[in-house]
């Protein structure tokens, strides 16, 4: 059998390459050798061990739960309604209907009672103009009482808001009937104002409620308070405060790799462990993956030298993967399931056997073509 000199030269510039395979593979990596990692300048890397996993199940302290929750009834238990502008307030004073306007049929309490003015003053028969706004009503009947004393012996007065105009909050979002709810005489903490606006709707991000209060903006999570019974954060509302449910947008984890079918994963209204992402996106590829080599991607966003943490998970003990049951993940974590180095010598010859097979039949054309030349 004799073959030509560019059949040759082509055979062995494949034979050259298939030797090279390992080396030069298809298909991404990523080294799990963390002494030796080329990203350690960029990233630290955590065996995802159980002292990890139990780590993350601590959150604030009991003591610290204790005195927040102290502070927090504390708040409640002291909650007085203080008067603003645009409150109407109705006034009685009992044995005295002339000083009293009634409610009735015609009439309602709102129509009947004083509207605080915009300097903050009602005006009041034989008392005349009352500085009410930022006060109590227990300290309006006081006043009002006092000065109604030098005309009437022992005077009752009784004093309540007829109408709540002057403060708010603002909850906007993923609730289902957003809107301003009126600051009343009865305190309203943040769960309250959920529940007012008739619930989250499907989409919410129970892990990113936003609270701006004062020009700052902090994040809580619903899901803590509600399925964790960290209620240190059901907080109570002020004038002015916005609450904002957000929609899940970015509350999607990534995975990539050698798995059944890679995806973007919602979070919903729970949080996702490990195991569960990947059996949600078909579980890895035991032929082609490499058991040693799950990561978990996660952006660092407390350092600046530092792009990430990644977490590795060794499953090549299957008891390995109860460890990733109880690892949660965070938004925007990316898992990638790395390819072994016989997976990625499998696509090494996947891509060349086509160009393999053409040459072998041009060959044996070739020869095909010399024997009959030498029979002739």
Same mark, same amino acid.
């Given at each position: ?5 560019? =059949? ?8 050259? %390459? ?53 502070? /927090? ?9 203080? &008067? ?6 109705? +006034? ?29 003053? &009602?005006?009041?028969?034989? =008392?005349?103009? %009352?500085?009410?706004?930022?006060? #109590? ?21 009784? %004093? ?5 105009? *002057? ?7 993923? =609730? ?33 409620? /936003? ?8 994040? +809580? ?41 890679? /995806? ?18 078909? *579980? ?9 080599? +799950? ?14 943490? %990644? ?13 990733? #049951? ?12 790395? #390819? ?8 090494? +010859?996947? /891509? ?25």
């Amino acid at each position: 059998m004799h073959l030509s000199t560019p =059949v040759k030269l082509l055979v062995a510039v494949l034979v050259m %390459v298939g030797l090279a395979g390992c080396a030069f593979a298809p298909g991404s990596h990523f080294a799990n050798n963390m002494e030796t990692a080329p990203v350690d300048d960029l990233v630290d890397v955590e065996p995802i061990t159980l002292g990890l996993v139990n780590s993350q199940e601590n959150g604030p302290s009991d003591a610290a739960l204790r005195r927040l929750s102290e502070e /927090q009834r504390a708040a409640l238990d002291d909650y007085d309604y203080r &008067i603003g502008k645009g409150d109407v307030l109705n +006034i009685t004073v009992y044995d005295h209907p002339e000083l009293t306007i009634p409610a009735g049929g015609e009439r309602s309490a709102v129509e009947s009672g004083n509207s605080v003015h915009q300097d903050g003053t &009602i005006f009041y028969p034989y =008392v005349g103009r %009352v500085q009410v706004e930022g006060k #109590t009503v227990a300290e309006v009947r006081h006043i009002i009482s006092r000065r109604l004393a030098e005309y009437i012996a022992e005077p009752q007065v009784e %004093v309540r808001v007829a109408a709540f105009n *002057s403060q708010d909050v603002l909850v906007t979002g993923e =609730v289902r009937e957003p809107g301003r709810l009126p600051i009343t005489n009865v305190p309203m903490t943040l769960l309250d104002a959920i529940g007012m606006t008739g619930g989250l709707n499907p989409e919410a991000n129970w892990h990113g409620v /936003q609270l701006t209060r004062d020009g700052e903006t902090r994040t +809580i999570s619903l899901y803590d308070m509600l399925n964790r019974g960290n209620l240190s954060q059901d907080l109570l509302l002020k004038d002015g405060d916005v609450l904002h449910v957000p929609d899940l947008g970015d509350q999607k984890v990534f995975v990539m790799g050698e798995v059944g079918e890679p /995806q973007a994963l919602p979070m919903g209204r729970s949080r996702m462990t490990l195991t569960e992402a990947l059996s949600r996106a078909g *579980s890895f590829n035991e032929a082609q993956a490499d058991a040693s080599g +799950i990561f978990v991607f996660r952006r660092n966003l407390q350092r600046d030298d530092k792009l990430a943490t %990644v977490y590795q998970l060794d499953a090549r003990n299957a008891a390995a993967m109860v460890l990733g #049951t109880q690892f949660r993940l965070e938004p925007t974590d990316v898992v990638y399931v790395t #390819t072994t180095p016989l997976g990625r010598w499998n696509r090494v +010859i996947n /891509q060349l056997l086509p160009t393999v097979t053409a040459v072998y039949q041009v060959t044996r054309a070739a020869n095909d073509a010399n024997d009959l030349r030498d029979d002739l």
